[in-house]
Each structure stands twice: as structure tokens, then as C-alpha cells.
């Protein structure tokens, strides 16, 4: 690009109407208020000596019971990958067990084990303050209205992640010159 190229970019650029507002925009304002229910909680639950992402295993076996990896991995929003290697740790602090599923022989389930169970139900009442305290002010009818339209958000953007989506065109950049190499002919 050249130096005019350059400077009528920029100027185009502060010509463009700046709406994007960091303190009104969607994922920004999901994720502020994720991040600090998700860091007070870990604080609560650290003497347990428990992380997040296994609060979250412990809790859908704990409510609906026995899960297959691939199943436990789409209820919880964790990868396989990450949640293969919870499963291991989760395993050697004996709050969780391994099986081979009764339908399938060749896919594994899981299930708590009694101290899994024992301090799922310890926990349970921290993570229900903090969506009292998120909660704080709003009716009964607008958290259900808020949880819908997460949960419509979350589908939304699942739909989006599975289809090729157009994204804003950024310039391109122009390809560069190779040097052409001289070969050193031999007489």
C-alpha cells in the first residue's frame, strides 16, 4: 500500500459512523458478567479443592445422572479434549467413576462416585447464591424471560458456528515480489 493508499484508508475509516459500544455490546456484556460470576464462585469453591469446569461435570451427574463422555462434553460446553483430561484428574480424586456403558460396550460412562456426590451437594448451595445475586432486583418472569434469550443466543450462535458465515471484508494485502533467484550456471 502506498502512503496515499494508506492515508485515504485511515481517512475512510474515521468518516465511518463508530457504532460499536463496547459497555451495550452483546458478547462483551455476556462475558463481563460470565467472568465475574465464574471468578467469585472459583474463589467459594477452591477449598474444595475443585476447578469450574469439574463443578460443572459434578453438577449434570449429580442432577441427571449417568453420561457418556461425548453427551457429558455438549451438556457442559466443555471440549472432548479438555474434558478427557477432567475425566482423569476428576478420577484420581475419587469424585468420579469410569464404566463401560451398558448399551455399548465400547463407549465409557460416567458417574459419581459417593464423595463426587457428597461434594456436589456441598457446592450446590454456593452456585445457587450466586445466581440469587445475579438475579438480585429482576421478577420472577424476567430471569426466565434473560434465561430463554441466553439460551436462544447460545442456539444462535451454535446454527452460525456450523454454517460458513460472511464475514467483514478486510482489505487485502497485495502480494509480494519474490526476488527471482539467479542460478550460478557452472562453465
Known amino acids: 500500500m502506498t502512503p496515499i493508499e494508506g492515508a485515504n484508508r485511515r481517512s475512510q475509516i474515521r468518516e465511518m459512523p463508530r457504532k460499536l ?9 455476556l462475558n463481563r458478567a460470565g467472568l465475574r460470576v465464574g471468578l467469585m ?5 477452591e477449598p474444595f479443592d475443585v476447578s469450574l469446569p469439574m463443578w460443572r461435570v459434578l453438577v449434570e451427574l449429580w442432577r441427571n445422572g449417568e453420561h457418556r463422555l461425548g453427551e ?3 451438556r457442559t460446553s466443555i471440549d472432548m479434549s479438555t474434558l478427557s483430561r477432567l ?17 455399548d460396550g465400547r463407549a465409557l460412562s460416567l458417574t459419581l462416585t459417593p464423595r463426587g ?42 446454527e452460525a458456528e456450523k454454517k460458513p458465515a460472511k464475514r467483514p471484508a478486510a482489505k487485502a494485502r497485495p502480494a509480494r515480489k519474490r526476488a527471482k533467484r539467479r542460478v550460478k550456471s557452472s562453465a
Open 72 to 74: 457429558l462434553s455438549e
Open 87 to 103: 475425566v482423569v484428574a476428576m478420577q484420581r480424586k475419587e469424585l468420579i467413576v469410569r464404566r463401560r456403558s451398558g448399551l
Open 41 to 45: 464462585f472459583s474463589r467459594d469453591i
Open 117 to 158: 456426590l457428597t461434594l456436589a451437594e456441598k457446592i450446590a448451595p454456593y452456585a445457587m447464591r450466586y445466581e440469587t445475586v445475579a438475579m438480585k432486583g429482576m421478577s420472577a418472569r424476567e430471569v426466565a424471560t434473560l434465561k430463554d434469550l441466553l439460551k436462544r443466543a447460545y442456539t444462535n450462535l451454535e
Open 21 to 29: 459500544i463496547l459497555q451495550d455490546f452483546l458478547p462483551y456484556l
